[in-house]
Nanobody
Framework: QVQLVESGGGLVQAGGSLRLSCAASGPTFSSYAMGWFRQAPGKEREFVAGINWSGERTYYADSVKGRLTISRDNAKNTVYLQMISLKPEDTAVYYC??????????????????????WGQGTQVTVSS
């Protein structure tokens, strides 16, 4: 297991930007895929974005394409979610997740939460209209 700690959430006006970070513990960060999910009140957790171990392949939910960008810095054991043009419907708790077992390797897109083994505690993003 690894520990994942999200940060960077907050309150922002519609049209604004935020960058979320997820710091991972352990020396093997560069060997596994990562994902971002979100959960709004009263709704199920949904896939937002995924990235493979090297950062060469990225995947996005249709609702965020062109506005959210996932990236990773393996030297810093950190994955990022850059969010621009935020909308009130982006309001949710955002979670990062790690695929430690390689379950997402051949899954396109890697959007099922069950593919990920380790989860952070989440960070709240609130977008006001």
């Amino acid at each position: 297991q690894v520990q994942l700690v999200e940060s960077g959430g907050g309150l922002v006006q519609a049209g604004g930007s935020l960058r979320l970070s997820c710091a991972a513990s352990g020396p093997t960060f560069s060997s596994y895929a990562m994902g971002w999910f979100r959960q709004a009140p009263g709704k199920e957790r949904e896939f937002v974005a995924g990235i493979n171990w090297s950062g060469e392949r990225t995947y996005y939910a249709d609702s965020v394409k062109g506005r959210l960008t996932i990236s990773r810095d393996n030297a810093k054991n950190t994955v990022y979610l850059q969010m621009i043009s935020l909308k009130p419907e982006d309001t949710a708790v955002y979670y990062c997740a790690a695929d430690l077992s390689g379950s997402t390797t051949y899954i396109r897109p890697p959007s099922r939460s069950g593919l990920y083994d380790s989860w952070g505690q989440g960070t709240q993003v609130t977008v006001s209209s």
